[in-house]
């Protein structure tokens, strides 16, 4: 009998809640690249973030 290689389960962030008081909103296009999140952001509201990266369309 051959045991199986030893596989370790891919690493998942956990879901994001918008803080309270805010709606969730959908995307509104889509995702520009892996690895990037739908995230609210304080100042602009909803769009994508990368968590290397930042911020697509290079909010701060």
Request: positive net charge; glycine residues 12%; hydrophobic residues 30%.
């Amino acid at each position: 009998m051959v045991t199986p290689p030893s596989v370790r389960p891919a690493y998942v962030e956990p879901a994001y809640a918008p803080p309270p008081g805010v709606v969730y909103v959908q995307p509104a296009y889509a995702s520009p690249g892996p690895g990037y999140v739908w995230e609210y952001h304080a100042h602009y509201g909803w769009g994508w973030r990368h968590p290397q990266y930042g911020w697509h369309r290079g909010w701060r």
